[in-house]
């Protein structure tokens, strides 16, 4: 199993309604909405890496007013 923290850009305003969209995407554990440099944190899951790229690529950077995504690969300690 592969767990990524994935930083997610929104357009201006649009910030809750995107964290509500991918809080119903399959994978999804956790969304919060942060302050600094990026606007909504998605915890995910995929069954392995090449998984977790195409969750990134082809559900969740497609979501209307996603402007940039920065994907963090946890990694075991």
Known sequence: MTKALILIN???????AVANKVKKLKGVQN???????Y?????AQADDAS?????????LRVIKGING?????????
């Open 10 to 16: 929104t357009t201006p305003g649009a910030d809750r």
């Open 39 to 43: 606007d909504v944190v998605a915890e």
């Open 69 to 77: 995504t920065h994907t963090m690969f946890c990694l075991d300690v």
């Open 31 to 37: 969304v919060y909405l942060v302050s600094g440099l």
């Open 51 to 59: 998984g977790m790229v195409a969750f990134v690529y082809d559900k």
